[in-house]
């Protein structure tokens, strides 16, 4: 079955400090891998896709085909990457996220 | 008005009623996706459609029912709600279909407050 998984509901940090949002998934082929964020008061939006391998605000994701991982990570937190944090596999006609991360910065 | 707009943004409704929500995207996409999000689960894909026809139906309960008139308008019809359907659902759409060639992110609305009494 179709299975993504992040197995922190809630990540505190200071800022300042590095951040590692857990993502693990079982998918059959080859899914491609999102990160969406949705800050407070916002709309659900894309934080960054694994194909571009880019950086979006100091944010990087480094798929892991044998462990089937694709962890979220950023070496300095800053207080306004407080917010809700999801991995998105997608597979065939359809993308389905995981429970979330909540990441709360502390100042 | 430029992404995805959903109607209404506050819906309350008895167990018996009959309510639409709305959804409608000027991004030109030929995907969109209703998904549910509960208090305590995982967003929920409930439907998919893809160039107005029906491509995925998650074992969503017959008392939702989705219509895609066109490319742009997105419509989650409800009857006999129950209590437990209280969530916010959220309207996606993308340019293609997920998982395919031109598929590309997921566009959200601000989704419809849902609450059932």
């Known amino acids: 079955a179709q299975r993504v998984t992040q197995p922190e509901k809630l990540l505190s940090v200071f800022k300042g400090a590095p951040v590692e949002l857990k993502c693990n998934y079982s998918?059959?082929?080859?899914?491609?891998l999102f990160w969406y964020v949705q800050y407070s008061r916002q709309r659900l939006q894309l934080l960054l896709r694994h194909i571009s391998r880019e950086s979006i605000k100091g944010f990087t994701a480094d798929l892991n085909k044998g462990e089937t991982s694709f962890h979220l990570k950023k070496p300095f937190a800053q207080e306004e990457d407080s917010a809700m944090y999801y991995c998105?596999?997608?597979?065939?006609?359809?993308?389905?996220f995981g429970a979330g991360t909540r990441l709360t910065v502390k100042p | 008005e430029t992404g995805v707009t959903q109607t209404p943004r506050h819906l309350v409704m008895g167990m018996t009623n009959k309510k639409s929500l709305k959804c409608e995207q000027h991004l030109g996409h030929n995907a969109m996706y209703w998904y549910k999000q509960s208090a305590k689960k995982p967003l929920e894909l409930m439907f998919v459609?893809?160039?107005?026809?029906?491509?995925e139906n998650n074992s969503v309960p017959s008392r939702f029912s989705p219509e895609c008139p066109n490319s742009s308008h997105l419509f989650l019809h409800l009857h006999t709600l129950q209590p437990e359907d209280s969530a916010l659902y959220l309207c996606?759409?993308?340019?293609?279909?997920?998982?395919?060639?031109?598929?590309?992110?997921?566009?959200f609305g601000e989704g419809s407050r849902l609450t059932v009494l």
């Open positions: 998918y059959s082929g080859s899914p491609e």
């Open positions: 459609y893809s160039l107005e026809e029906r491509v």
């Open positions: 996606a759409s993308s340019r293609g279909l997920a998982g395919g060639l031109e598929s590309g992110e997921l566009f």
């Open positions: 998105a596999p997608e597979g065939n006609n359809d993308m389905r």
